[in-house]
């Protein structure tokens, strides 16, 4: 099994890539290709051209959440061609979203709506708890809030019919792929609280967690946060951290001076292997 960064905010060593802000990862396993989220736009598609990776042998495609720096690059993709026909997300996907100030608002949103996939063939499939994606690789979804201090920030809203209410993040999804160490978990910006979410991916497979990669949205966390946010990480199996994206420069830091786990961040570019089980 393979994991490739093709977004990231951070350069890498292969400086023919373009970062931005945004998240972009391909999973190859077991002769399928999965892609988790999209970025923001083209130049994700630019990354997997000089990678040499073929956007048009994509098997799926599943977007962690409808903002735009992991979800409008979709809409990129379909029009080049690419992707597949098969989109999973989790339920209310298509809600607007927006940051709020006080005063105004910014769309935050991913661009594109279902009668776009509509018009290009595209499956729109829902994954509302723990949904088998392909043998050993599952979707997660409907994460419990039993962490208190996993936040969300305030300035994040939806646009429901009864108005604008903040953002509970219930589209979120992650990727538990199996291998013989346990579970490695995708997951894109981590909004219902990485604990949380890796929590509740533990619980309903039953398996310890050995490797997290992705954004851990530890970007404002202090770090005693983050030092118990990795303890206890540690206490369901983690032995690899993978950071990407809004993890933040600092808790990144703090996470390279901890023992017993192996960090790095995930550069565009940036690739891992793993055993399938």
């Known amino acids: 099994m393979k994991i490739t960064t093709l ?10 890539l373009i970062n931005e802000h945004g998240l972009s990862v391909l999973i190859e396993r077991g002769g399928k290709r999965i892609l988790f989220d999209c970025g923001q736009g083209a130049h994700t ?5 000089r990678l040499g ?30 992707g597949g026909s098969m989109l999973w997300t989790g339920p209310h996907f298509f809600e607007p979203k927006f940051a709020f100030d006080g005063l105004k608002y910014t769309d935050l949103s991913c661009g594109f709506d ?7 063939g595209v499956s729109h499939n829902v994954c509302t708890d723990v949904t088998e994606l392909a043998p050993g690789a599952w979707l997660v979804a409907n994460f419990p809030r039993t962490h208190a201090f996993e936040t969300i920030p305030e300035r994040f809203v939806r646009q429901t019919p009864e108005g604008m209410k903040p953002d509970d993040f219930g589209d979120e999804v992650c990727l538990a792929l199996d291998t013989p160490d346990g579970l490695a978990v995708q997951v894109g910006c981590s909004h219902p609280g990485i604990l949380n979410m890796i ?11 050995y490797a997290v990669f992705g954004g851990t949205h530890l970007v404002e966390a202090d770090e005693a946060r ?19 994206h809004c993890s933040g420069a600092q808790a990144e830091s703090c996470i390279h001076g901890l023992g017993g786990v ?16």
């Open 262 to 277: 192996h960090s790095c961040h995930m550069a565009v570019g940036d690739c891992v292997w793993f055993e399938e089980q």
């Open 7 to 16: 977004m990231d905010n951070l350069p890498s060593e292969n400086k023919a």
């Open 53 to 82: 990776i073929n956007i048009k042998r994509i098997d799926a495609v599943v977007l962690s959440h409808s903002h735009y720096d992991h979800a409008a690059g979709f809409r990129d993709l379909i029009e080049l061609g690419g």
């Open 226 to 244: 983050v030092k118990s946010t990795v303890e206890q990480l540690r206490g369901m199996g983690l032995k690899i951290l993978g950071l990407s």
């Open 45 to 49: 598609w630019s990354n997997a051209h």
């Open 199 to 209: 929590e509740t991916v533990h619980e309903r497979l039953n398996r310890p967690v």
């Open 114 to 120: 279902e009668d776009f996939l509509m018009l290009s």
